[in-house]
């Protein structure tokens, strides 16, 4: 089972962007669908994006549309999340999530924390 690790949050003003970055420590290429998940303050962990292996097809939550781009370098095993007009509502504990299409059980970072002021 792969480990993975977030990067690249921070507080930005509302408008402005961010890239996170998701490192995993083995190959994600042919067999991992990537996704970035956000937990706001006092609310639930949610789905913002994912992208599956070989194809390359990407799912947004509705809110993230058109702002965020999920991206992977397989090369590389790693996942970027590009967000850009940011709003004060995607502040939030930024998690890297990574699951092989063989099983259920997920690899989870430790977070980032994006904070975005108004």
């Known amino acids: 089972q792969i480990q993975v690790a977030e990067s690249g949050g921070g507080l930005v003003q509302a408008g402005g962007s961010l890239r996170l970055t998701c490192q995993a420590s083995g190959r994600i290429g042919e067999n991992y669908i990537m996704g970035w998940y956000r937990q706001p303050p006092g609310k639930e962990r949610e789905l913002v994006a994912f992208?599956?292996?070989?194809?390359?097809?990407?799912r947004y939550v509705d809110s993230v549309k058109g702002r965020f781009d999920i991206a992977r370098d397989d090369a590389k095993n790693t996942v970027y999340l590009q967000m850009t007009d940011l709003r004060p509502e995607d502040t939030g504990v930024y998690f890297c999530n990574g699951r092989p299409l063989w099983s259920r059980v997920d690899s989870w970072g430790k977070g980032t924390q994006v904070t975005v002021s108004s």
């Open positions: 992208i599956t292996p070989q194809t390359n097809n990407r």
